[in-house]
């Protein structure tokens, strides 16, 4: 049931994008069309999941006996960058079509916000390993479902019209707001299991 | 704080020697065709070529997949250079631009009705609403898809609501062209200065109602041109541009002045005398 509540938590409750405002640059930058959403979706929620396991075992074996919990940050930057270079490195090997559909979208991953955010508050959350891996994925899985959602809208904004200052990244912003405020109402949902 | 240095430096070390490791144990043979013709290329990455990037044309080519001169806005001087990595000869081709040909803006063509829909020439093209607003059905929505379309910032809208292209930053990479539901523009060579801005196939009668500036197929061009360039086809007059000498005698003679001649204007007036 824990992991039942972490994953509607990730997903709805705190949003990363519309509650917890993390990831904002990818997901401005790469929602004008379904397709690249799509794609940078896919590379989020596996590069979050694999993040969320090697970090907290980094944590839990290497910060935490040597009592350097002060240097989570920088060191979760170092973990998470090395990590997506040779996770590039690993499916360009492995699975040409998979880096050609990836394709730009993996190294822009590299210094996201989002995905130290997910290790961060995995730490905070005192989640054990499992419970941290779960959070990621649904934390990468609510990201992606604010991005496809917002990308169908972005699609329709193209073809709109628009006033000419509010062109481009001003609506885009404003409609994130808009949405933002309508899962607001996910707010409560689970209190019992989300303590 | 030594303890905190001495981890951090020993982790950034271990990464890098795990990094180093599997660059190698992971390298993937690339065609080192690929990389010098991917120099080669603007690497505007504009997708005029038809590739998703100027990286997926270069490994086209590459894999023999797209010819060499596949790249429009690079042109020759590119198409030249890949030619020699390739070792395959290129033919020279004249730079290109793109020309709006329709030149009947919002005072001279008719229009059908007021259209309120979304602002984009496919969307006020569709067969639901007559095929668009306009009456002729071949003439210019001025609505600027092209001009939304086109990455280098060639094109704007006229205070007619006609595109113009600038040459300075025209490319040729044809977006545009790909791009407009009624294929008014066309990609010609950069030296071609007489051009027919009408694409209406109706009857002369019928197209002088729908527009001041409507090809009426009178032939008079045809007569006027002293090298067999321009002919009246389907009631529209057409240039064979290999037999074209820019004189602009057709331009002259044609009543609706659906012919344009863009040499500087003394030249224009040795021709009409």
């Given amino acids: 049931m824990t992991y039942f509540g972490i ?13 917890r405002f993390l990831g904002i640059c990818p997901f401005l930058g790469v929602s004008k069309k379904l397709e690249t959403a799509a794609g940078m979706s896919m590379a989020v ?20 006996p040597l009592g350097l ?9 170092l973990v998470i960058a090395s990590l997506v270079q040779f996770v590039e490195m ?4 492995v699975s040409p079509v998979l880096y050609q559909a990836l394709g730009i979208y993996l190294p822009l991953i590299t210094t996201n916000c989002a995905v130290l955010g997910a290790a961060i508050l995995n730490v905070r959350s005192h989640y054990g390993f499992l419970e941290a891996v779960v959070a990621g994925f649904a934390a990468a899985c609510g990201w992606s479902l604010a991005i496809l959602l917002f990308a169908g809208i972005r699609e329709r904004l193209e073809l709109s019209d628009i006033p000419e ?11 994130t707001g808009l949405m933002a405020m309508s899962f607001v109402g996910f707010q409560g949902l689970f209190q019992e299991l989300l303590h | 704080m030594l303890y905190a240095v001495v981890s951090l430096a020993v982790t950034g070390l271990a990464f890098g020697a795990l990094l ?4 190698q144990r992971f390298a993937v043979p690339v065609d080192p065709r690929v990389e010098a013709i991917k120099k ?6 504009c997708g005029g070529c038809g590739f998703a990037s100027c990286g997926a044309l270069a490994e086209a080519i590459a894999g023999g997949r797209a010819p060499v001169d596949g790249c429009g806005v690079g042109g020759s001087p590119v198409a030249q250079k890949i030619g020699e990595i390739m070792g395959i000869g290129v033919e020279d081709k004249e730079p290109q631009v793109a020309r709006v040909k329709c030149l009947g803006g919002k005072a001279e063509a008719e229009e059908l009705f007021t ?5 984009d020439c496919r969307a006020a093209s569709i067969p639901q609403i007559q095929g668009g607003f306009k009456a002729c059905t071949y003439g210019c929505l001025g609505l600027g898809s092209c001009v939304r379309v086109c990455v280098f910032g060639a094109m704007s809208m006229g205070p007619n609501s006609l595109p113009v292209v600038d040459d300075t930053k025209c490319t040729a990479c044809g977006k545009c062209v790909a791009e407009c539901p009624r294929s008014i523009i066309e990609l010609v060579g950069r030296s071609r200065k007489v051009h027919v801005c009408c694409q209406n196939k109706d009857k002369g009668a019928v197209a002088r109602k729908l527009c001041k500036v409507a090809c009426i197929a009178c032939k008079r061009c045809e007569k006027a041109c002293e090298y067999d360039a321009i002919k009246v086809e389907n009631n529209l007059a057409s240039i064979d541009y290999s037999k074209c000498t820019n004189c602009g005698a057709c331009a002259a003679a044609c009543p609706p002045k659906c012919i344009i001649d863009e040499r500087p204007s003394e030249e224009c007036e040795v021709a009409a005398s």
């Fill in chain 1, 7 to 19: 994953l509607i938590g990730g997903l709805l409750v705190s949003n990363f994008i519309f509650a």
């Fill in chain 1, 45 to 64: 929620i596996f590069v979050i999941t694999v993040a969320s396991m090697i970090t907290w075992l980094f944590n839990q074996f290497i910060l935490v």
């Fill in chain 1, 69 to 77: 919990e002060f240097l989570m940050t920088v060191s979760f930057i």
């Fill in chain 1, 90 to 93: 690993v499916i360009m090997k």
């Fill in chain 1, 165 to 175: 200052v509010l062109k481009g990244f001003p609506i885009a912003l404003i409609s």
């Fill in chain 2, 20 to 23: 180093a490791f599997a660059a």
């Fill in chain 2, 40 to 45: 080669e290329l603007p690497n505007a990455n």
């Fill in chain 2, 115 to 119: 259209y309120e829909g979304i602002r």
